[in-house]
């Protein structure tokens, strides 16, 4: 099936995200991380000037918002391999902060791929600004559909 | 948010501190599913990965990326990470065991601010490379 290249540049509709604790928290133990920062309040406060989050925390965004805030384009979830994934962090975030992100679709294009077969690859891009408008920071993913099922 | 690394005294070649992940298992998965929202099905339904013609569940690749993520923020701090990118090379399995490593490869200053960059890479027990990436860390 031809991709459609009239979603390039497609806008979602701006998300609201709320840099919470418990969130924060609870991402550090799944990633093995003990580092107390994101455990211990007043030491965060004078390491950090608050609970600082993890460089891939913004990751979580990507997959709670609604639909019409993560423009797509359809791909069968048993041939999904995440190719490659950026953050850009221009400021610090902090619990407390509220960010706002909007997404866009950068780009779509396909590709002969190995034993695969033929690959969709989608590049996102989220932008998040926060309480005071600046921005914080950028996350790009390319997100690829392969030709056939991705394991072994 | 002070940086802990000190500009003047990193060498091109210096080591990140290693973070070894023992014992990659599948509540690793479905906590990082959990913690991050990702539930795509891949990563801890054992029916629907076979029904695909995969073996077995595999970690999100974001939950890999994030224990990789431990070296940046050991060496410079947590909020002193400025640029963190990786790619995907290779599925990470149940029972694996991951070494997260990286060095630096150069220093720049960007807007006034003291940058040191470098590249990362998380290698399973058979030293296979199954991340790779880059980053940039502000130092002082």
């Known amino acids: 099936m031809a991709i459609d290249k009239s979603v390039i540049g497609k806008t979602g509709k701006p998300f609201t995200m709320p840099i919470e604790w418990s969130k924060v928290r609870e991402f ?40 019409d805030s993560m423009p797509t384009v359809h791909f069968d979830v048993r041939r999904i391999l995440h190719g490659e994934q950026e953050f850009e962090l221009h400021k610090p975030i902090l619990v407390g902060d509220v960010l706002t992100g909007t997404a866009r679709i950068a780009d779509v294009y396909e590709r002969e791929g190995g034993r695969g077969g033929k690959m969709t690859f989608m590049l996102t891009e989220i932008e998040y600004r926060n309480q005071k408008g600046e921005k914080v920071a950028v996350a790009r993913s390319t997100l690829i559909e392969t030709g056939q099922a991705v394991g072994g | 948010m002070a940086p802990k690394v000190k500009y003047g005294s990193v060498k091109i070649g210096d080591s990140l501190p290693t973070v070894t992940i023992e014992n990659v298992s599948r509540p690793d998965f479905v906590r990082y599913a959990g913690a991050s929202g990702d539930f795509v099905p891949l990563h801890y339904d054992q029916t629907f990965v076979e029904a695909a013609g995969i073996p077995t569940v595999f970690a999100q690749g974001m939950w890999t990326a994030g224990c990789l993520s431990r070296c940046l923020t050991d060496y410079a701090g947590a909020g002193n990470v400025r640029q963190f990118k990786v790619r995907f090379a290779r599925q990470v399995w149940p029972g694996d065991t991951l070494t997260c490593r990286g060095k630096v490869t150069g220093k720049s200053e960007k807007n006034g601010e003291k940058l040191i960059e470098g590249e990362v890479e998380v290698a399973n027990q058979k030293g296979e490379t199954t991340v790779r990436g880059n980053f940039a860390v502000a130092a002082a």
């Open chain 1, 28 to 67: 550090a133990r799944a990633i093995r991380d003990p580092n107390p920062v994101y455990f211990d309040q007043e030491l965060a406060k004078k390491e950090c000037g608050g609970i600082p989050v993890p460089p891939t925390f913004l990751q979580v965004a990507a997959f709670w918002q609604d639909a």
